[in-house]
C-alpha cells in the first residue's frame, strides 16, 4: 500500500485513524485476493465488532506501506485478524493491531456460520494449534 496526501495530519505524519483503513484494505484484500469476498452480491459478509491498534514508529505521506496478516482466532461466525504495517523494507512494525469480522446474512444482518473455505483459509493463516 501507499500513502497519500491527505492522510498525514498536522503533526506531519498519518493521523491514527488512517491505520485503521489501513487495516481494513489489508484484510479485505486478503479476501477478495482468495475469492472469500464478493463486496457485490455475496451472501454473507464480514462486519468490524472490535478494532485496536498500538503504535510505534510514524508513518506518512511518501512512504511504501507493507502490511502482514495473520489470524489469531476463528470463531463460529467470527475472525480475528491480526495486522501489522511496516515501512516498505523495515524489519519491525511501526503499527500492529487487530480486527474481528463478525460474518452475517448480508440482507438479515443475523451472525451465520463462517462458510468452509472461509474457515480454512482462515485455519491456515492461524496462531492457533
Known amino acids: 500500500m501507499t500513502t497519500r496526501w491527505m ?8 493521523n491514527n485513524a488512517v491505520y485503521f483503513s489501513w487495516f481494513d484494505t ?16 455475496g451472501q454473507t ?7 485496536h ?3 510505534f514508529a510514524s508513518l506518512g505521506f511518501p512512504q511504501a506501506i507493507e502490511a502482514g496478516l495473520r ?5 463460529g461466525s467470527s475472525v480475528r485478524y491480526e495486522i501489522g504495517l511496516f515501512a516498505q523494507g ?14 452475517v446474512d448480508r440482507d438479515t444482518r443475523r451472525p451465520v456460520p ?8 482462515a485455519q491456515a493463516l492461524s496462531l492457533e494449534i
Open 71 to 75: 489470524v489469531g482466532h476463528v470463531g
Open 26 to 41: 489489508a484484510v479485505n484484500a486478503w479476501l477478495v485476493e482468495h475469492g472469500l469476498l464478493d463486496v457485490g452480491s
Open 114 to 121: 463462517l462458510p468452509a473455505n472461509l474457515r480454512a483459509a
Open 90 to 103: 523495515a524489519a519491525t512494525t511501526a503499527a500492529r493491531g487487530h480486527l474481528i469480522h463478525v460474518y
Open 45 to 51: 459478509i464480514g462486519l468490524v465488532v472490535e478494532n
Open 7 to 14: 492522510d498525514n495530519d498536522a503533526y506531519g505524519h498519518a
Open 53 to 55: 491498534c498500538n503504535y
